[in-house]
């Protein structure tokens, strides 16, 4: 707290230039909906999706998991692998598994996402998960160099918890 006051009084001692005066007058092309967040997920390679106006998104963080309405609290949440739930309006839900990431709640009811990796929850199959699973223990417990190990045992961490997930 102390060092959030001490960084918002150095910028309003700050002297502002004309660029700046003018970055600050900068308007947004539209507003979001009282009641919606406005979404953007995005992967290294793709956007799954931009500005997208949902009702609800529930998050793993590893704070906790986490839902997100509509003018929630500004926070950033480090995302461990679990499911993100994107709730639209109708009632209507999308699930996808995330591997890690972030998750921004910014001002004004915008949420942007940046996961390492998402894939929609009914993609996965039950008995391949079981299979992976199977060979990543067996090698963590040693069956394999100290780099495969450590692969592997990340490998069973995000397998159990998508396993928890697909039944």
């Given at each position: 707290m102390?060092?959030?006051?001490?960084?918002?009084?150095?910028?309003?001692?700050?002297?502002?230039?004309?660029?700046?005066?003018?970055?600050?007058?900068?308007?947004?092309?539209e507003a979001v909906p009282a009641d919606k967040i406005r979404l953007s997920l995005s992967l290294p390679h793709t956007a799954v999706f931009a500005n997208k106006d949902v009702v609800q998104v529930n998050i793993p963080s590893t704070s906790g998991d986490m839902g997100?309405?509509?003018?929630?609290v500004p926070s950033v949440e480090q995302l461990k692998a679990g499911l993100l739930e994107i709730f639209t309006e109708g009632g209507s839900k999308e699930e996808y598994f995330v591997a890690g990431g972030f998750a921004i709640v910014q001002p004004g009811s915008k949420l942007s996402i940046?996961?390492?990796?998402?894939?929609?929850?009914?993609?996965?199959?039950?008995?391949?998960?079981?299979?992976?699973?199977?060979?990543?223990?067996?090698i963590a417990s040693g069956g394999g160099s100290e780099e495969d190990i450590a692969e592997a045992k990340?490998?069973?961490?995000?397998?159990?918890?998508?396993s928890s997930y697909v039944k």
């Open positions: 102390m060092f959030r006051n001490a960084l918002r009084s150095a910028v309003r001692t700050r002297p502002t230039n004309g660029l700046a005066a003018a970055i600050q007058r900068r308007g947004y092309a997100v309405l509509a003018n929630h940046n996961a390492t990796e998402a894939y929609k929850l009914e993609d996965f199959s039950r008995e391949a998960i079981v299979s992976n699973l199977q060979e990543a223990q067996r990340i490998q069973v961490e995000v397998l159990e918890a998508l």
